[in-house]
């Protein structure tokens, strides 16, 4: 029971803390979103960049 009360109280207390930063979140989210967008790019660069080396590959005579 005792661990109960604790887990009420700590519970109680980021309640508390979170409705004194109502924009808390917002920079979690904003950091995400930079986040995929940078991702999106380097998969997009990889992409361009796996072509022409593939490309290139094919290119080449081995005889």
Do not use: Q, W
């Amino acid at each position: 029971m005792i661990m109960f009360e604790e887990y009420r109280e700590r519970l109680r207390r980021c309640r508390e803390a979170a409705g004194k930063r109502p924009d808390a979140g917002s920079f979690t989210t904003e950091t995400a979103v930079i986040v995929a967008i940078l991702v999106a790019i380097a998969v997009a660069v990889g992409a361009v960049l796996m072509s022409k080396v593939m490309n290139k590959v094919d290119s080449l005579d081995l005889r």
